[in-house]
T-cell receptor
Framework: GNSVTQMEGPVTLSEEAFLTINCTYT??????LFWYVQYPGEGLQLLLK?????DKGSNKGFEATYRKETTSFHLEKGSVQVSDSAVYFC????????????FGTGTRLTVIP | SQTIHQWPATLVQPVGSPLSLECTVE??????LYWYRQAAGRGLQLLFY??????ISSEVPQNLSASRPQDRQFILSSKKLLLSDSGFYLC?????????????FGSGTRLTVV
C-alpha cells in the first residue's frame, strides 16, 4: 500500500542551525511528493513538491529531493529562523483517485533564538 | 485564482448541541472536497471526502456527517456533539484527477466541546 514514514519529533534547534527532517515513503509506481507546513493555529500550507524522480522542490530556503532509489524526500534548510517554528508534514499522492493523499504523522520544529 | 474559505475560526459548544461547519471554494469547478480533523498534538485524520454534489464518502464512522449541497460548498455537521469531537477541523480541495496537485487547505476551525 501507500504510506509515509516521517522523522519523530519534536525537533529543537538554535537559530541558524542546519535542519533535516527525514521522510521515506512506500508506494506503487511513481507518486508525487509534498511537504506541508502548519504554523501555530493555522491550516496547512503547501511548502514544496516534486513530481518525478530526481526533482528538487524548493521554497523559502527549504529544499527536498525526490530520491526514488532510497524512496526518500528529506526536507532540509541551511539556516533556520525562529519564524520556521511549525509542524511539518510529508505527504505522497498516488494516482488520480479522490482519496489518494497520504500524510506522515508530522514533525514539530521549534527554533530558539 | 482559487481560494478556500472556512468558518467559523473558533467555536465553543456544549455537549449535546448541534454543529455546522461550512467550507466554500472559489475559482474552480467540480473540485474534490475533504474534511480532516486534527486532535491536539496529533496528525491528520480524514473524515469525509466528496467528488461531486451529493456524493459523500466517509472514512471513519462517528458522530459526524457531511453534505455537499452545491458544487463548491462542503458542510460538516453533527446532531449532538460529544466531548471527543473537540479538535481542529480542516477543509481542503484539489483538482479532480490531477495526480501532481497537492491539496489546498482552509485556515481551520478550532472546536471545543464543553
Amino acid at each position: 500500500g501507500n504510506s509515509v514514514t516521517q522523522m519523530e519529533g519534536p525537533v529543537t534547534l538554535s537559530e541558524e542551525a542546519f535542519l533535516t527532517i527525514n521522510c521515506t515513503y512506500t508506494a506503487t509506481g511513481y507518486p508525487s511528493l509534498f511537504w506541508y507546513v502548519q504554523y501555530p493555529g493555522e491550516g496547512l500550507q503547501l511548502l514544496l513538491k516534486a513530481t518525478k524522480a530526481d526533482d528538487k522542490g524548493s521554497n523559502k530556503g527549504f529544499e527536498a529531493t525526490y530520491r526514488k532509489e532510497t524512496t526518500s524526500f528529506h526536507l532540509e534548510k541551511g539556516s533556520v529562523q525562529v519564524s520556521d517554528s511549525a509542524v511539518y508534514f510529508c505527504a505522497l499522492r498516488r494516482g488520480t483517485g479522490a482519496n489518494n493523499l497520504f500524510f506522515g504523522t508530522g514533525t514539530r520544529l521549534t527554533v530558539i533564538p | 485564482s482559487q481560494t478556500i474559505h472556512q468558518w467559523p475560526a473558533t467555536l465553543v459548544q456544549p455537549v449535546g448541541s448541534p454543529l455546522s461547519l461550512e467550507c466554500t471554494v472559489e475559482g474552480t469547478s467540480n473540485p474534490n472536497l475533504y474534511w480532516y480533523r486534527q486532535a491536539a498534538g496529533r496528525g491528520l485524520q480524514l473524515l469525509f471526502y466528496s467528488v461531486g454534489i451529493g456524493q459523500i464518502s466517509s472514512e471513519v464512522p462517528q458522530n459526524l456527517s457531511a453534505s455537499r449541497p452545491q458544487d463548491r460548498q462542503f458542510i460538516l455537521s453533527s446532531k449532538k456533539l460529544l466531548l471527543s469531537d473537540s479538535g481542529f477541523y480542516l477543509c481542503a480541495w484539489t483538482l479532480t484527477g490531477a495526480a501532481n496537485y497537492g491539496y489546498t487547505f482552509g485556515s481551520g476551525t478550532r472546536l471545543t466541546v464543553v
